[in-house]
């Protein structure tokens, strides 16, 4: 199943990507407006975020957004038959402080949100980076398709580790110099060991392990913005927040991270991934030990 995959998948990535633009408009019109894709889900997510915004505006966001979801997808069957030179070119980053950094020994955690294309993020530290790139993945179900990702995902010096198995190779993991890589914006599964603060001014529940892990491990903590430029091309700006992830106290790098994001997305909505249901847990009076804003929680729960 795999071979017959990947070889269908290799012969649509040969498609030149002025006639993938249009399948890919094409795609846009059937999912926005005859299937509906989790609109209602996207426009509800888009009024918390937005409630400055007219109707009419956010709709405009919604519709650039599933333009710029099915662009990275299609997107990133290119990876199966780019060239390097041409995937340079469209996924542009400025490796220079991050060098310094390696240059020193220190380790490095990246932290970036769901923000388009992620696959040519992942491809453009992996392929600048001089230390092994460890990239924490949810396994698919699927093992073909689950295979699939894994090999456009294992470029350059890449270290792809199951997230149900990364506890266990952390000692092995992070015996030498690496960089970890941090989708840091995921909803926390266990909302009694989440830390809370508020995301776009409505109570969200953060994944913890990002701040605890840059707090113990010592890291150099770097925050990366995406900037979409035009279709099929991207820059990824990397931000050191600090070189010592320790001195930070509990829920710091949480809160940095989170004004991070939000400012990144207030610069371009549309390029943010709205089908997640963010805010989809209420807030809990019982909460209240895990507040990690620096502003008091709600009061009416």
């Known amino acids: 199943m795999y071979y017959i995959l990947y070889g269908f998948l290799y012969l649509f990535s040969l498609i030149p990507f002025f006639i993938l633009y249009r399948i890919s408009d094409c795609i846009y019109l059937l999912v926005y407006y005859i299937f509906n894709y989790r609109k209602k889900v996207v426009m509800n997510n888009l009024a918390i975020a937005f409630p400055q915004k007219t ?28 060239s390097k030179d041409e995937i340079n070119i469209r996924a542009m980053m400025d490796f ?129 913005k995406f900037v979409k430029i035009k279709r099929g091309h991207y820059k990824f700006v990397p931000t050191i927040i600090a070189e010592n992830g320790s001195a930070f106290q509990e829920g710091e790098i949480t809160r940095l991270y989170r004004n991070f994001l939000e400012e990144t997305i207030r610069q371009d909505p549309s390029n943010y991934l709205w089908t997640h249901r963010r805010w989809r847990r209420d807030y809990k009076k019982e909460y209240e030990p895990l507040w990690v804003d620096d502003v008091l929680p709600p009061s009416n729960c």
């Not at 405009?60 to 038959?81: C, H, P, R, V, W």
């Not at 952390?170 to 266990?190: P, S």
């Open 96 to 224: 220079s402080v991050v060098n310094q950094l390696i240059e020193k020994g220190k380790n490095i955690q990246f932290h970036s949100g769901h923000q388009m294309n992620w696959e040519y993020a992942n491809w453009a530290v992996a392929n600048r980076i001089s230390i092994p790139w460890i990239g924490v993945y949810k396994k698919i179900k699927n093992n073909a398709v689950d295979r699939l990702f894994r090999k456009l995902r294992g470029t350059g010096n890449t270290v792809l580790i199951p997230l149900q198995d990364f506890k266990n190779q952390t000692n092995k993991l992070f015996k030498k110099q690496y960089a970890l890589g941090l989708i840091a914006d995921q909803n926390a599964r266990n909302v009694m060991k989440a830390y809370w603060l508020n995301f776009f001014g409505k109570p969200v529940a953060f994944v913890t392990g990002p701040d605890k892990g840059g707090r113990l491990n010592d890291p150099a903590i770097v925050f990366v």
């Open 55 to 82: 109707e009419q505006e956010r709709k405009g966001i919604a519709k650039q957004f599933y333009k710029n979801l099915i662009d990275t997808f299609l997107e990133s069957i290119k990876l199966l038959s780019i």
